[in-house]
């Protein structure tokens, strides 16, 4: 179903100004657009109406052959939805059709040229590599983690699509950004609907990071939750342009905008709306284009900001460069409503019932889990299953230090922290470990109170051990990696490690793990990868409790401080 391929049909309106943004209507004759993800066409076949409209003529017959002046391509997974994208362009090229009844060979050839099923595997159009291919790509990917693992599984066996999908990413509209990023002409441009979690996760940084230095950051329009009727996933406009070498460092802005109306209504009816901020916000888009530096916003929805706002370890979630001041003013919050003591407590309850309602949850998700799988219990001691890695480096902390030549560079050093201390050129006498996505490595911190145990790393590239902290491989190629490192994520708890009780080489090889088997006794990697999911989808609900408990929590804090003084006060007697 469309919930599980992620399919968030576009509103009309969005796919509108995203194309405006885009001003097709300037592409020159031979331009090629792609839409990586297309559903029913919306982004390809919307392109050809502004086109239209504005006195651009695509399609015309030369020596009884159907010609384009833009080369259209839009991929998707699902047969249903080509189906429907060639049917809408059947629609549009009608009058064409008409006019040219005997040449029904020519429309059947461009309507398979212009939208391809791609379901030949799991993954779908990812498998079609054009690197700086296209000038223009406008697309609504799909953004969910589950099955991420299968697409991962899949490409790590292809020396092809290993090669291409380089960047550490987490849903599978990584993949995508990646994949229009790399096939994106030098000076081409993209605009492209994610969901919030790329702007914020660390998990996503390194993808963060690969987009500001291929592209210019050029857009981030914030969409109000509900904007898909099928999720109310928060969602944003992204908007950027391929730069012509690595070389080139962005010194211009970003152009920053919080939409709040799209011209419908955001409830299941989607009625149609008088007020679209979609529109005024295209508007200001192309004026600040063509004057980055000079331009001044024009209403409190638009915000232009430095690109030093956007660095790949922070977050991009704009709507927080607002005050909670301007946000009212604009309609977008409600007055911050005084609390009374009873009012307080009030909320107080309110966060109780949070709690009972994500637990509510977090039982759905387990009981929703196979609970007849037979497993196979071993420890980490088992040499035929994991080899553990316990050389370090042994140095300083100003030793490491003075050697620091920076991530670009050097390789990272880890002590019991979860980040690298230092990035170090390869020592002469001790190569590093060698870990890679196909053989990632995992690490624990051995010792400390807060931390022996704690603070377990996913290797991916190569790195040193310094003190504090052991590593393992896994020798066989049946166990998920993947699963492993979310197995052992209690293990403090479990085992009690802390700066006495060290989780060292000797604890640690008595640490266990059980690992689903199938019915002939082999390694399930099946059920591995639905325990991942499980393990994404309990994350995802602790980052709900923070946001939802924590947040409120926030807003209480300063009036419960000051009813407490105020209490303090008349106790005391004090003036």
Not at 26 to 44: K, M, R
Not at 98 to 103: D, G, M, Q, T, V
Not at 357 to 383: C, M, V, W
Request: charged share 25%.
């Amino acid at each position: 179903g469309k919930k599980q391929l992620a399919q968030f049909f576009t509103p009309r309106n969005v796919i509108k100004a995203m194309v405006a943004m885009a001003r097709v209507e300037n592409l020159p004759p031979g331009s090629e657009v792609c839409d990586p993800a297309s559903g029913v066409g919306g982004f390809i076949l919307e392109s050809m109406i502004r086109r239209e409209a504005l006195g651009k003529t695509d399609f015309y017959f030369e020596n009884s052959r159907l010609m384009s002046q833009i080369n259209y391509t839009g991929f998707d997974y699902d047969e249903s939805t080509i189906t429907l994208a060639k049917a809408n362009l059947l629609i549009f090229l009608s009058g064409l059709l008409k006019n040219n009844p005997n040449l029904t060979q020519e429309f059947a050839a461009l309507f398979n040229t212009v939208f391809k099923l791609c379901n030949d595997s799991i993954i779908g159009s990812l498998e079609r590599l054009n690197p700086s291919k296209y000038d223009l790509v406008l697309s609504n990917p799909p953004y969910v983690t589950k099955g991420l693992s299968l697409y991962k599984e899949y490409i790590a066996k292809s020396s092809t699509l290993k090669q291409f999908y380089t960047v550490s990413s987490q849903g599978k509209e990584g993949l995508f950004i990646e994949k229009m990023i790399r096939e994106l002409k030098p000076n081409g441009r993209a605009f492209v609907v994610v969901p919030d979690g790329f702007l914020y996760r660390p998990s996503d940084a390194e993808l963060r990071r690969f987009l500001r230095e291929q592209c210019t950051l050029d857009a981030i329009v914030s969409l109000p939750e509900k904007t898909f009727y099928t999720t109310t996933k928060k969602t944003y406009i992204i908007a950027f342009t391929k730069k012509e070498a690595l070389s080139v460092t962005q010194e211009d802005p970003v152009f920053t905008y919080i939409v709040s109306n799209i011209g419908e209504t955001l409830d299941v009816h989607r009625l149609p709306s008088s007020v679209n901020d979609l529109e005024n916000m295209v508007i200001q888009f192309n004026y600040f284009m063509s004057n980055r530096r000079g331009f001044e916003p024009q209403n409190g929805r638009c915000k232009i900001q430095p690109i030093e706002m956007f660095d790949a370890e922070g977050k991009w979630l704009i709507d927080d460069w607002w005050t909670n001041e301007e946000k009212v003013a604009l309609g977008i919050e409600d007055e911050v409503e005084e609390y009374t003591s009873e009012k307080i407590f009030i909320k107080l309850n309110e966060l109780v019932s949070s709690v009972e309602e994500i637990k509510d949850k977090l039982r759905d998700t387990f009981d929703s889990q196979p609970n007849d799988a037979d497993y196979f219990t071993t420890t980490f001691g088992n040499e035929e299953l994991f080899a553990i890695h316990t050389s370090c480096l042994g140095l300083t902390r100003k030793e490491y230090s003075l050697l620091d030549i920076g991530p670009d560079a050097g390789v990272p050093i880890y002590t019991a922290t979860m980040d690298p201390v230092a990035y170090v050129p390869p020592r002469p006498n001790q190569s590093p470990f060698r870990a890679s996505q196909e053989q990632p490595h995992i690490s624990v911190a051995t010792d400390g109170d807060g931390t022996a145990g704690r603070n377990i790393v996913f290797h991916t590239s190569n790195y040193y051990l310094n003190t504090s902290r052991l590593s393992f491989q896994i020798l066989n190629e049946n166990i998920d990696p993947m699963y492993v490192f979310c197995f052992i994520q209690d293990i403090k708890k479990k085992y009690g490690f802390d700066y006495r009780n060290k989780c060292n080489l000797t604890n640690f090889k008595r640490v266990e793990i059980k690992i689903p088997v199938d019915s002939d006794g082999n390694f399930d990697r099946q059920r591995q990868q639905e325990f991942v999911e499980s393990y994404q989808q309990i994350r995802a609900l602790t980052n709900e409790i923070e946001e939802r408990i924590f947040e409120e929590v926030d807003k209480l804090k300063d009036s419960v401080s000051d009813h407490l003084i105020e209490f303090f006060e008349n106790v005391m007697n004090l003036e």
